[in-house]
């Protein structure tokens, strides 16, 4: 089944310490995503990756990193986590191709940073 | 510059009366557009995407999406809601052409359908 796997699905962590929220698709989509969502300003940008080694920032880049080592894995790092990341965090991934696909999401990822 | 503004934040409306969830778009270029539907606490599924073919698009669960170039909106439609359909919306533009940031994402729309 074609499909983009975040994992874990919940997280709840303390301000500082450093995580990592993996993506895995396995479509070979060229071009990974990712969103966080927050109530009234729905999906923002996070960070994209149009290849292997190729990322680039989104909108709302400060606190983040990513690596895209393998097509179809683009795992999320926040090296010091703080309140303000608390968020439900989505990855996609798309066919730089076939573009007009739109997205595949994956099921989301729930962080709180207390 | 590219995006999309959904019109209304909320939409209420009684099971069995159409829906209406108006988008509309800005683009340089012939942008592919898509809604997407996210159901409480589930990830986003594709509703339905128009990709210069036809101008009126059919999607999933009777919905339908109408291109209007001359008035750049993609407004999404079904005749008769149903509970199963409150949800959020997200309408979303994609230009291909434009490097970088490819999906434009509006902020949603709350759909509330009452019994």
């Known amino acids: 089944e074609a499909q983009v796997t975040q994992n874990p699905r919940y997280l709840i962590t303390v301000t500082g310490k450093k995580l990592t929220v993996t993506c895995s698709q396995n479509m070979n989509h060229e071009y990974m995503s990712w969103y966080r969502q927050d109530p009234g300003l729905g999906l923002r940008q996070i960070y994209y990756?149009?290849?292997?080694?190729?990322?680039d920032k989104g909108d709302v880049p400060e606190g983040y990193k990513v690596s895209r080592k393998e097509k179809r894995n683009f795992p999320l790092i926040l090296e010091s986590p703080s309140p303000n990341q608390t968020s439900l965090y989505f990855c996609?991934?798309?066919?730089?191709?076939?573009?007009?696909?739109?997205?595949?999401f994956g099921s989301g990822t729930r962080l709180t940073v207390v | 510059a590219q995006s999309v503004t959904q019109l209304d934040s909320h939409v209420s409306v009684s099971e069995g009366t159409p829906v209406l969830l108006r988008c509309n778009y800005s683009?340089?270029?012939?942008?592919?557009l898509f809604w997407y539907v996210q159901h409480p606490n589930k990830g986003l599924q594709l509703l339905l995407k128009y990709t210069s073919a036809a101008t009126l698009v059919k999607g999933i669960n009777g919905f339908e999406a109408e291109f209007k170039k001359s008035e750049t909106s993609f407004h999404l439609t079904k005749p008769s809601a149903h509970m199963s359909d409150a949800a959020e919306y997200f309408c979303v533009v994609s230009e291909m052409e434009i490097p970088g940031n490819q999906f434009y994402f509006g902020t949603g729309t709350s759909l509330t359908v009452i019994p």
């Open positions: 683009s340089s270029y012939s942008p592919s």
């Open positions: 990756s149009m290849n292997v080694e190729v990322t």
């Open positions: 996609a991934s798309s066919s730089l191709v076939g573009y007009s696909y739109g997205y595949t």
